[in-house]
């Protein structure tokens, strides 16, 4: 997907029943309900783009398993990993494509259902929302003078560090590990909200390989876009 406008922050539940119809009818009946409702102007085109191809690199990983009739079906993605159920390779891409921001390209040609256990070095970015106080975090995310008057001294000192409002002198005082935690907050704050406390892509690619036995090579493909623009105003 190609966006080039913003999107409504808000969060939306959609249904939609068009029966009988192909993929390319189901997205010209949904298509003016986002431009009437929210200004959004959607199309597809053909572009080249940098994705990730998926293929198989080895055999017998111990983190890609066959499913039995005892597997769990189901899961998700978890702290530094992922956790699937009988799940095709199919459902993969979708989380790859959220940790590596670029298209993945599915070409292992397996078809079974497999259990996933999926583990990697969490990256230091991954790991600050652990160096601080969970109230702290969040009257960073939402915040409330009236929760605010309920934190203690040592939680309000680093809020006010958070926000940039502690005194220089006092901000010093605090040690080396905590400045350099509080400035990378800082900066990961600063990104769009998907883009914050991201793991490393060069860990996902390894653990992939080294867990799940499949290859991620960076390629260059033509395939239809979705793209997503501000719609013009009617004449």
């Not at 992939?208 to 036995?213: A, D, F, I, P």
Request: hydrophobic share 35%.
């Amino acid at each position: 997907m190609d966006c080039r406008a913003a999107l409504p922050a808000e969060e939306y539940d959609f249904t939609v029943r068009v029966p009988g119809a192909s993929h390319a009818e189901r997205e010209q009946a949904v298509a003016p309900l986002f431009r009437s409702t929210f200004g959004l102007q959607i199309r597809r085109e053909k572009a080249e783009r940098e994705v990730y191809v998926l293929t198989v690199a080895s055999t017998n990983a111990p983190g890609l398993t066959l499913s039995t009739p005892d597997s769990n079906g189901g899961g998700g993605e978890e702290s530094g990993g992922l956790k699937l159920g009988r799940t095709t390779i199919e459902g993969l891409p979708r989380y790859l494509e959220k940790w590596l921001g670029k298209p993945v390209v599915d070409e292992t040609r397996l078809t079974n259902r497999y259990d996933i256990r999926l583990k990697w070095k969490m990256s230091k970015s991954e790991l600050l929302p652990q160096a601080f106080d969970r109230q702290v975090l969040e009257a960073v995310e939402d915040p409330d003078t009236a929760k605010e008057k309920k934190l203690s001294a040592h939680q309000l000192r680093q809020l006010a560090a958070i926000r940039g409002k502690l005194p220089e002198a006092e901000f010093r005082k605090l040690s080396v590990e905590d400045r350099e935690n509080i400035e990378l907050f800082r900066a990961e704050m600063a990104k769009p909200d998907d883009q914050r406390f991201e793991p490393e892509p060069d860990a996902i690619v390894g653990a992939v390989r080294e867990q799940l036995g499949l290859g991620l090579s960076v390629q260059r493909r033509s395939f239809p876009i979705l793209i997503v623009e501000k719609a013009e105003a009617s004449k």
